[in-house]
Every structure is written in C-alpha cells, then in structure tokens.
C-alpha cells in the first residue's frame, strides 16, 4: 500500500553486518527511530544476511529472516532460518538429477577446498592427512583438502573446486568466520551429501517446504568441531563414519541433496529474502486460528 498507515507489515531497510552495528546499539538506535516501530519492533521483518556467531537478536520484538542463527538465539517458530548464497558463489556446471546413477563411481569419498578463514579448517588439514589414525583411514588417498595459505599454491590453484565437487560422495562444509558456509549450498547443487561442522549452527526452519527437509535425519552429515581438532579421542574417527555408511544409504542421502538444493532453489530460500513467505503463512495460519 501507499498510506503506511495501512500496512500489516514493515520491511524497514538497514546494514547489520558489523559488529559494532549489532554489538554497540547503533542499529537497534536506528530501528528504534522508525515511525511506526512504537518501541517494540511488532509487525517489522529485517532481512539479515549476515553470520556473525555472536549476534543476539537485538530489535525488540522484529521477525528476523537470516542465515545463520545460533542454536541458542533462535525464536522458535517466530525467526525463519534460511540458506545463502552470495552473488559472486556460482554453481554452474553442478550436476543435474540425470547423473545420479554414477554417483557411487566418484574418485573421491570426500573433500574440501576453501580459504583458511579460521583455525577450524586448518586443523581439517591436520585431521586429514597428520593424524596417526587418519593416515590409516585416508591409505586409499580418496579424501582431499586444500585450504589457501596451507595448501602449496600451484596445487591450490591446479584444482578447480567446483570439479572437486562433481567427483566427491561427501564434501566438507566447515563454517568460516559465521556459523553458515556458503559451501553448504555448493555442495548440494552438486549433489554432494554435506558433512557439517559448526557447532550451534542452526538449520533452516522446517517451513520453509512442503514436506519439510529434515536435514539430519536425511541430508548431511554434522561433526562437532571438537571431533575434528583431535579434542575428544574417543569418538570414531570422522573418515571411519563416511567408509562405514552403506552404499543405499549414501545414495539416499546424495538423492535428498539434490532434491533440497532444488527445492530451495524454487521458492528463493537461497537467500534470507526467501523466509518472508514462512512468516506471511505463519500468520496467516494465527489469523485463521484466532479469528476463523
């Protein structure tokens, strides 16, 4: 409508990408000053691409759509978890439903190419070829991860990524500064069945398809980070997981991916924005339950 005054709903506009943003006030400062924010936030929806971990949702009573919440700072069934996937990312050339049938042929049982980000990824590296116990499990040299700055240049560069993808049955999706990777969205288009590693990652909400993608239960894989830092010895070694799955159930798992990846790709939930309509049937849903 063109009479605010009218309007359900307010998408208001604003830059939540820094830490001094969320951490300091000055967004919430600024959100606070809208007209018709009231000093509560009701009937706002912020769009925020960011995945800063230690954001806390700072807008009063506002519906967030992100991609990255924390476990711990999510409202359940009232903030709309999403995936992302930036401009710059493309997944040209990943497979289509019709390569399938070769899936199980593919040179790698897993892999990783990415920036160093953090120390996380660096201890992938470790994990993957220092480790006593990962020597023996990677004796077949079917696991590969390059990480820049840890990774010989020319090897680095020799070996295009999306390619690395197309030839894996897994591939690792460990989280960068954010709880979320766009990796994660890479990695099935590829069809690829993501192994996720971001402790306190929140998946995307269940609303966002009909019927819902239960992500573990028939999509990816989650490793704790302690698993991969070597912090916690008792667990079964993270390469001994993937050899030990069965081939129907890799393949279930491959066939999911691809589907999700498909799904979400439809109805724009490759993107915060995508969340919108998850809060539109949210209340639509409390208006036929309170009013008929």
Known sequence: VDNPQQA????????????????????????????????????????????????SVAADNAIFVRAAFHQTLERQNYDVQTL????HSSVSGMMTTNESQYFLQRSYLASFKGKRKLDLREQLVHHVYTNNTTQ??????DVIVLV???TPSLRYQEIDYRELALKSRFCFAPRG?????????????AGCIPVVISDGYAWPDADLTDPPIRWLDDVAIKVDENDVRGLDEGRTHILTRLRNMTNQEIL????NALNAFHKLKEIGGLHPAGG?????RRIEQLIRENYG
Not at 24 to 31: I, V
Request: charged letters at 20%.
């Open 276 to 280: 919108i309509p998850v809060v539109m």
């Open 84 to 87: 992302y996937l930036p401009q």
């Open 148 to 150: 820049a700055e840890l």
């Open 136 to 141: 023996l499990d990677n004796e077949n040299k």
């Open 8 to 55: 359900c709903l307010f998408l208001p506009r604003i830059h939540v990408h820094t830490r001094s943003d969320v951490w300091e006030g000055f967004s919430l400062f600024r959100l606070r000053a809208l007209p018709y924010w009231n000093g509560n936030g009701n009937h706002h929806i912020l769009v925020d691409p960011g995945d800063d971990m230690h954001a």
């Open 177 to 189: 500064l954010g709880l979320h990777s766009y990796r994660l969205v890479e990695v099935l288009s």
């Open 252 to 255: 279930r798992r491959h066939h």
